[in-house]
């Protein structure tokens, strides 16, 4: 099930070297995680739940959820979807909580690593890469952290062009947005990059912001800084059907990782929930992917993504079927149908209209929500603010939370655009600067004009409806949490 | 919720409703040579069209507005087509009989000139089968987007919107 | 496998469980999440939180603003103890 | 009947709720967040009788034997169980020091016993016996759930006619005298009035705002909040690890298993004054200070994921030791508990209900030992042995 060929992308692949999989051989390629190995042999089901010992596969694919947790050379409880292949790895499924060894050496008490900055940026997608450059230019010191093995977040996963204007990488698609940005960091010599690293955590003391991060699983490594920009991104929601944990029901975003970035097919026939861009666009790359769309169904009465992308994928023979919701999936150990029907005017399934898909793959594309962890952690007011995606944390036109040189931007601050959360990391890079004493005033200028191309982009009805959602926030409005 | 378009219901828009949006390009205009119709009927914050036309036949005062076409000045060059990163403008051209569509093809394989391939509707059905007349590959489009050049029974003109290529 | 809603993937907490414990009485969604344990196995909450939430907000009628998102503790991810200790040294 | 007010629904005051509604008094119970929300939610599940003085030995032999019929009594599945505490030593005066304190706790009933290592390791699969010289082991002593024992105590007492308001905050008192006459509180920013014929203060660390409120000095019962804080693995199979580990030399580190999901929770000595009752911030130095101790006791922990790290507050007084009794004639106390409020519940919530209510308890609660006017007479107890 893997992909050679594509209409759009090339698949590099690192060494092959040989895992195995209850103590049978499975080819794979290094660089990429044990679950996507197993994928490409056809091995879904990557562990039985803690309780109720139900089978369960990959479903966030970004080290979030807990769906993927297997046994790797005796280590219990290992994130699959994001623990890279190494060769002669064995890998068992868990089934239900885990087991210690019972002896160990007893590890060795280190002092961690420090990584000085004036700045930390956490997160390398594309409002992250933007705060790093603009922070450097206007003359910071800046280590930026990402927890994937490349930069660009999201962008190296799509294939489809951007939209707006020239200056912002209109009809650029994203994975070559990805490649430019990365490119302006690398030319900076006072960026320092970290990836495989996540921000685990933030303290402070005294004037300094500590970021705890983990290198590759394997190492402890104190950021320092005075100011913080988090442009950690957005993480899937999930919905309530019967059986929504079964195996080969995915986020949306998981399987765009397996496919665009890893080379690796979810499977033959896709039931997808959720007409907005993510569903849409999904379709769509599934299609160039060659996996067979069977249907997108949408509980609100029409699209909610852009038109063209509808148009698009409609004009290949998938059919959207608004008005319409995912009741259940069944199959034994993994999906084998997924049940649908009608919904009535007050959003409840309307008997008889049900209708059944034989697909193998449930992808959830039912909408974003900001990852504020990091910022809730560190103290900064939340907010539940609608329009923005759910919970957000409260912060003023620079993108300063409450807690003072804590920055925001990106879908972090409000589900939004790539566009836009590039814009939002331009304005967050300088501003953090300026607030350090590091920017001269003359940076002021290009925070407005960031902000001006944020109020023309957001002049459509699209962007109208976040543009409340930031109004609301600015205003006070929303419970304090 | 009355106030939403059909072809928001439906995700495709009818020719009908389309040129109750903008004007449809004339016989005479059509045959003149080839034309840029942009089926983006909703307002959403995008302008390389708009910023890539030679001659600046494409109306769109800010980025969130609609494009226009001025038919008279467009001159068919399909640089639209090649950017549009909606995939949503067509050129149509008539030729006798015939009318030739080129639209954007970004999947697998990609048809070769002189192949003989299923034309499909604005939802996909298989509505007979045409010619490729051009193909312009994707490194050498302006866009990063491969498109061909179709020829179709001039009645499907403003029905064939994709094609599939059968080996 | 019967057709079970689930709310907590980590815990397997159904949708009908925190239903039930609603209509007890418990209203609180510290108190849900700890009876539950809806949030607090490896994913720390991350898809069940939002879920819980809006089921809260359909059963009370509350809106989902005046429900209060439990905090996030460190570590916001799951860090393996030799890790904190000193760096993996095998 | 007398109407009694409680202040503070944690563990005490909820028992203690449940307690008074048994004996058929009429209760308001107040609590300005949500119940558990202060200290007992944040507590590390223990309950132990070995501790080295007599009046905590008897006052715990005593909770000890309450748990272990808890559950039948409260109808609720509370995950009490005896699985032990093991108290390691490193060095042969500890083994001594360990001897003393099992004499006394046998004189009590406390059937603790010195243990090799051999049969450590049995008990503890994951142990490194390495360090350790012997162990005190008492299989009585064990865990409990402390959020779902909360709870059970919460729906009985509900069940009795007990008046539990969350989110309700006591502002202030009316006083007559020695007596308090009514207690006034906010909910929903309104403020109202109750007519009382007792108070409880069981607010722990927040006590000294409610005495003051009384009329009474801040610092007559002199309690301080020290941040205590935790960190937790992801769930593990059962077994593992399942009484509480402690060498009490290595700065009282700990390791216990959770009773129901069976993460493993690392506590030690690592202790921060408070900045403000609001001051729940982990920090940085325990969460590796800890690890360190935890690793030393159970090696196979290092392959564990640490999945949160919290604070709760050790309500200390100068010695340790709760402030339990009478303050004014119809004010009471039971607060200041240094981290051993939870595994006390059961017995204390008996013998203040019925103070309240009698006038004396058949509990073996050492009044004169508690005594919450003993700091006020400079009068201060040795030391409770620490660790929860």
């Known amino acids: 099930m893997r992909l050679n060929e594509h209409p759009v992308l090339k698949f590099k692949r690192g060494r092959e070297v040989t895992i195995y999989f209850n103590g049978q051989p499975v080819k794979a390629y290094e660089g990429e995680p044990i679950a996507a190995a197993l994928h490409a042999a056809g091995i879904k089901v990557l562990n039985y739940s803690a309780n109720e010992k139900r089978p369960r596969g990959l479903f966030c694919a970004i080290g979030k959820c807990s769906s993927c947790l297997m046994i790797v050379n005796g280590i219990p409880n290992v994130r699959t979807c994001i623990t890279l292949v190494e060769d002669g790895m064995r890998i068992e499924p868990q089934r239900g909580k885990a087991k210690l060894p019972k002896e160990a050496k007893p590890p060795e008490f280190r002092d961690a690593k420090v990584v000085k900055a004036d700045i930390v940026v956490i997160g390398g997608g594309p409002a992250g890469l933007m705060a790093a450059i603009h922070a450097a230019d206007a003359g910071a010191s800046v280590v930026l952290l990402d927890e994937n093995p490349m930069l660009g977040g999201q962008l190296v996963k799509q294939t489809h062009k951007f939209f707006g204007k020239r200056e912002q990488f209109a009809g650029v698609r994203g994975v070559e947005i990805a490649k430019i940005l990365e490119k302006e960091v690398r030319k900076r010599d006072n960026i320092e990059v970290f990836l495989e690293t996540s921000a685990v955590g933030i303290f402070q003391e005294g004037d300094e912001k500590l970021v705890l991060g983990v290198r590759k699983n394997k190492e402890l490594i104190e950021f320092r800084g005075r100011a913080l920009i988090v442009a950690t991104g957005a993480m899937e929601k999930m919905i309530p059907f019967e059986n929504n944990d079964l195996p080969g029901i995915y986020g949306a975003g998981a399987i765009q990782t397996l496919m665009n970035t890893y080379g690796v097919k979810p499977g033959d026939r896709v039931l997808i929930v959720g007409a907005g861009n993510v569903g849409l666009i999904l379709a769509y790359q599934l299609v160039q992917a060659g996996v067979e769309v069977e249907a997108i169904v949408e509980a609100m009465p029409k699209v909610g993504g852009y038109f063209v992308h509808a148009a698009k994928v409609r004009r290949l023979g998938i059919p959207i079927l608004t008005r319409h919701t995912i009741l259940r999936a069944e199959g034994k150990e993994r999906v084998e149908r997924a049940v649908i029907a009608q919904l009535d005017e007050n959003w409840k399934p309307i008997p008889g209209t049900e209708k059944v898909f034989d697909v193998d793959v449930i992808a959830l594309a039912v909408g974003l929500r900001p990852s504020i962890e990091l910022l809730h952690q560190a103290g900064c007011q939340i907010r539940f603010v609608r329009e923005l995606g759910g919970h957000v944390a409260v912060r003023d036109e620079w993108m300063e939370t409450t807690v003072r040189g804590i920055f925001v931007a990106g879908d972090t601050a409000g589900i939004e655009e790539a566009t836009t959360a590039m814009l939002e990391g331009k304005i967050a890079g300088i501003a953090a600067a300026l607030r350090l004493g590091i920017a001269e005033e003359s940076w002021v200028k290009e925070i407005e004009r960031a902000q001006r191309d944020l109020e023309e982009f957001r002049s459509g009805p699209f962007g109208r409806h976040v543009a409340e959602g930031i109004r609301k926030l600015l205003a006070g409005v929303g419970e304090n949490v | 919720m009355s106030e939403v378009p059909p072809y928001l219901q439906r995700g495709y828009i009818t020719p009908e409703e389309l040129f109750e949006i903008i004007p449809k390009p004339s016989e005479e205009r059509l045959r003149a040579r080839p034309v840029a119709v942009p089926e983006c009927p909703q307002e959403i914050p995008c302008a390389p069209c708009r910023e890539i036309c030679p001659t600046s036949a494409i109306s769109m005062p800010t980025p969130n507005d609609i494009p226009v076409v001025d038919y008279e000045k467009c001159i068919g060059c399909s640089l639209c087509v090649q950017i549009c990163p909606g995939l949503a403008f067509f050129m149509v051209h008539y030729v006798g009989n015939k009318a030739r569509i080129t639209m954007p093809h970004e999947l697998l394989p990609l048809p070769e000139r002189g192949e003989e391939v299923v034309l499909l509707n604005r939802v996909g059905e298989p509505v007979g089968k045409g010619k490729v007349l051009t193909v312009v590959p994707r490194e050498k489009t302006k866009g990063d987007t491969p498109i061909i050049t179709v020829e179709v029974p001039i009645e499907l003109a403003w029905e064939v919107r994709a094609v599939k290529v059968e080996r | 496998m019967s057709g079970k809603v689930i709310i907590c993937r980590c815990n397997d907490v159904t949708v009908e469980e925190i239903e039930a414990l609603i209509d007890e009485g418990v209203t609180d969604i510290e108190e849900i999440k700890r009876l539950l344990r809806v949030g607090m196995g490896p994913c720390q909450g991350r898809t069940c939180m939002p879920l819980v939430i809006a089921i809260l907000a359909r059963k009370t009628g509350k809106k989902p603003d005046e429900i209060p998102l439990p905090r996030a503790r460190v570590p916001i991810r799951p860090v393996r103890v030799e890790v904190l200790v000193g760096g993996d040294d095998e | ?388």
């Open chain 4, 1 to 388: 009947m007398s109407k009694v007010a409680i202040i503070g629904g944690g563990i005490i005051g909820v028992a203690t709720a449940y307690e008074l509604a048994k004996l058929g008094e009429e209760v308001i119970l107040f609590e300005k967040n949500y119940f558990g929300s202060g200290s007992t939610f944040r507590c590390a599940t223990g309950i132990r009788a070995q501790f080295t003085d007599e009046a905590n030995i008897r006052l715990m032999k005593y909770a000890v034997e309450r748990w272990e019929k808890l559950e039948e009594e409260l109808g609720f599945d509370i995950n009490f169980r005896q699985t032990g505490y093991l108290f390691l030593a490193t060095s042969e005066e500890e083994v001594e020091a360990f001897k003393n304190n099992i004499r006394l706790q046998n004189k009590f009933g406390v059937p603790t016993r010195l243990i090799d290592m051999d049969e450590a390791k049995e008990i503890v699969p994951i142990l490194n016996t390495e360090p350790f010289l012997a162990g005190a082991w008492n299989p009585k002593d064990g865990k409990a759930n402390p959020f779902k024992t909360l709870f059970a105590y919460l729906f009985r007492a509900k069940e009795l006619g007990v008046d539990a308001r969350e989110h309700t905050e006591v502002v202030g008192f009316e006083r007559e005298g020695d007596v308090i006459t009514a207690v006034k509180f906010r909910s929903n920013g309104k403020v109202e009035s109750v007519k009382v014929d007792a108070v409880l203060n069981a607010a722990n660390a927040w006590a000294p705002l409610i005495n003051e409120m009384a009329g009474l000095k801040r610092d007559l019962v002199p309690i301080t909040a020290y941040k205590h804080q935790l960190v937790k693995t992801e769930p593990l199979e059962r077994g593992q690890a399942e009484p509480l580990v402690c060498p009490p030399s290595w700065n009282d580190a700990y390791i216990i298993q959770d009773g129901e999901d069976g993460g493993i929770i690392c506590g030690v000595g690592i202790e921060h004054r408070a900045k403000s009752l609001d001051d729940y911030e982990p920090t940085y130095d325990f969460l590796r200070g800890v690890l360190r101790y935890a690793t030393m006791i159970a090696p196979p922990l290092r392959y564990a994921h640490i999945v949160r790290q919290w604070a709760g507050f050790y309500a200390k007084t100068p010695d340790k030791n709760p402030a339990i009794g009478k303050l004014l004639d119809n004010f009471y106390i039971a607060a200041g508990f240094s981290g051993h409020g939870f595994m006390m519940a059961p017995a204390v919530a008996q013998a203040m209900a019925e103070l309240i209510a009698k006038g004396r308890s058949k509990v073996p609660l050492d009044w004169d030992w508690y005594d919450p006017y003993r700091f006020e007479r400079g009068e201060l107890r040795s030391s409770a042995f620490q660790i929860g």
